[in-house]
């Protein structure tokens, strides 16, 4: 699914993730590696297995950090993949 996200850059992905399944716009699931941070297991339609993990992309180009590391810029658009 495509996200596109409105704010100042001072929440991280996985908050904004959040907020949009705690107000019934998206659905997720995440899960916490010690160290690492939230990973997106499933979203949407998409969730991962069969040796597929989801990846996301910000304004085309794939995320080189977590979901729960990334500040979203106001019209960022975030597409998910599962690869």
Excluded: C
Aim: glycine letters at 16%.
């Amino acid at each position: 699914p495509l996200i596109v996200l409105e704010g100042e850059g001072n929440r991280t992905l996985y908050a904004y993730l959040e907020e949009a399944n705690g107000e019934g716009k998206i659905n997720f699931t995440a899960k916490e590696y010690m160290g690492l941070g939230f990973f997106v297991t499933e979203i949407g339609e998409l969730q991962e297995g069969g040796g597929k993990h989801l990846l996301y992309y910000i304004n085309g180009n794939e995320a080189s950090v977590g979901v729960s590391t990334y500040l979203p810029q106001n019209g960022d658009h975030v597409d998910w993949k599962l690869e």
